[in-house]
């Protein structure tokens, strides 16, 4: 089946710092690709929709300007943390399809888990 | 998108059928029924998904009631490996198609 790679798989920073995260299709071009968060014993929480060539969509209540999201090419989204503190401590997840739709299954990466401290 | 309803947590001995339930009573016609499960710190993986028929591969299969108000996922011989969070997702068109996960079925596979 399809591949979707993260990079890195865990990251630890200083509280301050800004951390980069990587979401790759390996085996298809996807236009679109999603960004979740997932605190402990918690469910994925949709934080924002990546666009190839176009600005991100920001689910409301995250901040567009702490998450920065890049989508500079129809294989890979950036999720940059900007100024992380430890409350942004989670494990982040993206997700993305061959082609959109609802008939269309979604492959998800296997999430980077960031401590800040 | 419609909203799910999932019992928290279920068990099933190792070799049985383990049937998870969904209710999704304010489905929309041209709403999917998917279903993902969730092993420990890894991300979702898919099972599978279906409009109006019953759908079968070689992980689950998947019933869904006629009037399509629920649903339920069944592994035919849990296996310990099974043992993870089990979503049930209705996927419509907002934020263009994403996956908006609920609280999920916690599976406990035992011996």
Known sequence: ?117 | DAKTTQPPSMDCAEGRAANLPCNHSTISGNEYVYWYRQIHSQGPQYIIHGLKNNETNEMASLIITEDRKSSTLILPHATLRDTAVYYCIVRGSNSGYALNFGKGTSLLVTP
């Not at chain 1, 979401?23 to 679109?32: E, K, M, P, V, Y």
């Not at chain 1, 999603?34 to 409301?60: D, I």
């Open chain 1, 1 to 117: 089946g399809a591949v979707v790679s993260q990079h890195p798989s865990w990251v630890i920073c200083k509280s301050g710092t800004s951390v980069k995260i990587e979401c790759r299709s390996l085996d298809f071009q996807a236009t679109t690709m999603f960004w979740y968060r997932q605190f402990p014993k918690q469910s994925l929480m949709l934080m924002a929709t990546s666009n190839e060539g176009s600005k991100a969509t920001y689910e409301q209540g995250v901040e567009k300007d702490k998450f920065l999201i890049n989508h500079a090419s129809l294989t890979l989204s950036t999720l940059t943390v900007t100024s992380a503190h430890p409350e942004d401590s989670s494990f982040y997840i993206c997700s993305a399809s061959p082609r959109q739709g609802r008939d269309t299954e979604a492959f998800f990466g296997q999430g980077t888990r960031l401590t800040v401290v």
